[in-house]
């Protein structure tokens, strides 16, 4: 997948999967995002994947038919991640698990819409999926209000999913029917 999409801002967004030279930047952009909001897996330094690690994982991205890995960036710089992962055996083979994070300073530009959208189109009509699947922390309001939008209905919670500094965090499963 190699796009570009002007977004409703006139922002130009490249959309590409990362190769393995993307493996530093890509690390880089986890360290900020993992600083700037409560409502991913992870905090500032709990990312735990070495740069060797993420260097092979980019290496065998392009031929990977069943999971797909792509970066958005704006004027060269790394401002979203976004993958979606699917299930191996023949049972699972049909759902598909999304993720995505944007910078900050790029938030509300459309950025998540776009690249979600993107995605889920390839799950569609490449990869033939049936059903895609995510979980979101409760209270993560423009999230739940993007994927609403996108078509995702609430399925089930899952009280204590998240513990950050000692406190609980029920996490919101949310589903798309293809
Ligand atoms: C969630 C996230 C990916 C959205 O990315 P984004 O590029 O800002 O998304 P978009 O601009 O396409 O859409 C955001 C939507 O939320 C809406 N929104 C913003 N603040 C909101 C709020 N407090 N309550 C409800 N909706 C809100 C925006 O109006 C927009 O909707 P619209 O297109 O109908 O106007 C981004 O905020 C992010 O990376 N957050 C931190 C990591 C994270 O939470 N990842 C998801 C984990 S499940």
């Avoid at 995505?100 to 509300?108: A, D, E, M, P, R």
């Avoid at 699947?133 to 089930?156: C, R, T």
Wanted: proline letters at 2%; aromatic letters at 8%.
């Amino acid at each position: 997948m190699k796009k570009s999409i002007t977004l409703k801002s006139g922002l130009q967004l490249e959309i590409r999967i990362p190769n393995v030279e993307d493996a530093q930047p890509v690390l880089n952009f986890i360290d900020i995002i993992s600083s700037e909001s409560d409502n991913l897996t992870f905090g500032p330094g709990e990312f735990g994947i070495s740069l060797e690690k993420e260097k092979n994982y980019f290496s065998h991205l392009k031929e990977n038919k069943d999971n797909i890995f792509v970066i958005g960036l704006i004027d060269g710089e790394i401002v979203c991640v976004s993958d979606m992962s699917t299930g191996k055996r023949k049972r699972m083979r049909h759902a598909g698990e999304i993720h995505i994070s944007v910078q900050k300073k790029y938030w509300n530009h459309g950025i998540g819409r776009t690249v979600l959208s993107e995605l889920i189109k390839w799950g569609k009509e490449i990869r033939k999926l049936r059903k895609i699947d995510l979980q979101v922390k409760e209270g993560n309001d423009p999230a739940i209000h993007l994927y609403i939008s996108l078509g995702f209905q609430e399925e089930g919670r899952i009280s204590r999913g998240y513990q950050i500094d000692g406190k609980f965090y029920t996490l919101i499963c949310m589903g798309l029917e293809l």
